[in-house]
């Protein structure tokens, strides 16, 4: 108990010695370059909502800094998803492969295209799917039929298999591609966290068929409320395009849809704060940067617990700033949690794993014994940009 | 070919000797009051997405203003009538009365809930669901058994029964209460055009389980893309508020969501927005009804087309100001509409019948007549506050 007591104190000493003794969110967002007016142009144009040249301009520069060929902005990250697993094909009883150990959104939009997620298990390194597991899980549990993946239990078709780059930290990419290739399953990427980081060089979401962003509040960037399809594919661009203004046909007055579409665009208003949001990334990027070394610092003599560091050949964003319990210490979360946010020092546990959810306990998965490890040991801390040294 | 010449000539004098010769939008929104005062503070305190003061706001004055119990702001339109339909417990395999003469979202949202639309007729004097002949139709094609009602047809159940009121002329609410009672059916109102509108004095939206708004760019008031739901029913308000915002149980820190929720949120930099246009929503709705006034006199003496007005008992709010050819005219239409918009005076039809379109096809139907010939034959023209006299 002494040993506890040292602990919980010495993690809220490192915390207070970066953030200071005020009370300090877990991320807030930071508007310090042309938010205002490119929000005041855009009211002055009357040109609020679902067309203007901001969202234009929104989807030229997201392209242009993730280098994807194409982007589709929309109305948030959920909405992204469930358009890429549309694009993906993914149908009424199909099963997707998402990690157990990963926001319930991931599952949600799987569940609106009537599909079951199915879970796979995550690694430490990444904190993503671990690739080798899943790959031995599908040799023993699916067969190849007609160019699909069939889950042997199920009889099911396994369509989509989607990663997502947790607290922005890459997954095991290489490995989850050569799965996609392998056993013919589409990869999608859920990089809602990720916008700003990059495995071998290359931005997160532009790797699978199709990935998405959100730029909720809590996020790296912000447009309020939003989110957007990334793809080099330039047909599903087109239907991504198409699906999300309700699937009307061009012509100069007559309204004629051709299949179930939806209201998805992102207004005008939320994408010229995208576009001043996105002018700031790369200070915002310097700055978690340089937060994650202040940590470092801090908890460099922490025994019991570790700042989790980015994946190897990547450069994460640092979205989320994560501790990771050792496993002999897991039962200390729970009072370090309190204790924290008594201090008025924001923190919060990892998600819950989503096969422990009502909505989702009878959906197939495969061990999880890592996801379910890593799920009792991880604490996110304070990760505003604003908490680095580095000038914004 | 002389009448029809003179009809098209006539209508465009008409049209220019109100609102002018210079190009003039279908329907523009306007930014005169505090909406730029609510947005910088919108933006000061960063709050700009998922929570803040404004969405509590808004949400307080939309129920003020309607006579409402409660409202829960949403991303759009089509968002709160997917979750007005789940809430009246719309499924898989269900039906739904929509009518065949609504825009497509109407549709869309009975979908998303993996049910079917049934398309009801409408009527002359309200544009909407024609009360009387639906009844009749029921009367012959349903049964009544474990108090639901079942299409004989089908074997389906009629879930909900949704009006929708046109271009915000309220639709004869009475009757359809009335089958709705009789026939085990949940009213679920479609009010998406309706704000600022009245039926016997009573707003649009409040007279079913639940009833649904948009603020789309192109409505009376806008927040560049959102919506609301509607009820005076306490449970509901509380699902609808938990299942918009992702099915999350209270928790300081927890990630546990007991049913598949939604992301539906009005960012709280939209409801800003909104919270200053509803401001300013009753010199809008002064303004439409001057400009309704004015096209009355310009449009007296042109014989074959009708300005529409609003139904008996009823105050509209004018949303789309609209014209009806006489039936022996429809075939003109089409070139009305062509030499109104080279004229830059922009005009559009009404939708297309949604049981013509590709994803509806086979959607079950009763005759549609009346809907079919009102396709042929509505046109709405310039319809701006700004347009009006009345000062704003």
Not at 23 to 31: C, I, K, N, Q
């Amino acid at each position: 108990m002494a040993t506890s007591n040292t602990l919980v104190n010495e993690v809220v000493e490192a915390l207070q010695s970066v953030v200071g003794s005020t009370p300090v969110a877990l991320h807030e967002p930071s508007f310090e370059g042309n938010e205002w007016v490119y929000l005041k142009e855009c009211l002055d144009s009357t040109f609020v909502s679902s067309v203007g040249k901001f969202v234009d301009r929104f989807e030229v520069d997201l392209a242009q800094y993730t280098g994807s060929k194409y982007a589709i902005s929309v109305v948030n990250g959920t909405a992204a998803l469930q358009i890429g697993l549309k694009l993906a094909g993914v149908q009424t009883e199909d099963e997707v492969l998402i990690p157990a150990l990963t926001f319930v959104a991931t599952a949600n939009a799987v569940k609106y295209c009537n599909a079951t997620p199915h879970f796979a298990d995550s690694e430490e390194p990444t904190l993503g799917i671990d690739a080798s597991k899943l790959r031995e899980y599908l040799k023993q549990n699916t067969i190849q039929q007609s160019g699909q993946c069939i889950n042997k239990n199920t009889a099911k078709v396994i369509r989509a298999l989607v990663p997502m780059h947790t607290f922005g930290h890459p997954s095991d990419i290489e490995g989850l591609l050569s799965i996609s290739h392998d056993f013919k399953i589409a990869l999608v990427e859920d990089a809602a966290e990720s916008l700003g980081s990059f495995y071998q060089g290359k931005h997160t979401g532009t790797f699978g068929l199709c990935g998405t962003l959100s730029f909720n509040g809590n996020k790296t960037i912000t447009t309020g409320g939003g989110g957007a399809i990334l793809t080099n594919d330039k047909e599903i661009a087109r239907h991504a395009k198409h699906l999300t203004t309700t699937a009307k046909l061009p012509h100069a007055w007559e309204f004629r849809h051709d299949e179930v579409g939806y209201n998805y665009r992102m207004p005008n208003l939320n994408a010229a704060l995208g576009c001043a949001q996105l002018e700031e990334l790369s200070g915002k990027l310097k700055a978690k940067r340089d937060l994650f070394t202040r940590y470092l610092e801090a908890f460099r003599d922490v025994q019991g617990i570790t700042l989790f560091r980015e994946p190897k050949n990547c450069q994460s964003n640092y979205w989320l700033q994560t501790l990771v319990l050792d496993e002999d210490m897991s039962e200390l979360r729970d009072v370090i949690l309190e204790t924290t946010n008594k201090n008025m020092i924001m923190t919060r546990p990892i998600w819950v794993l989503l096969n422990e959810l009502t909505p989702f306990k009878d959906s197939p998965c495969m061990d999880l014994s890592v996801a379910r490890s890593l799920s009792c040991r991880i604490i996110n801390i304070p990760s505003s940009p604003g908490l680095g040294l580095v000038s914004l």
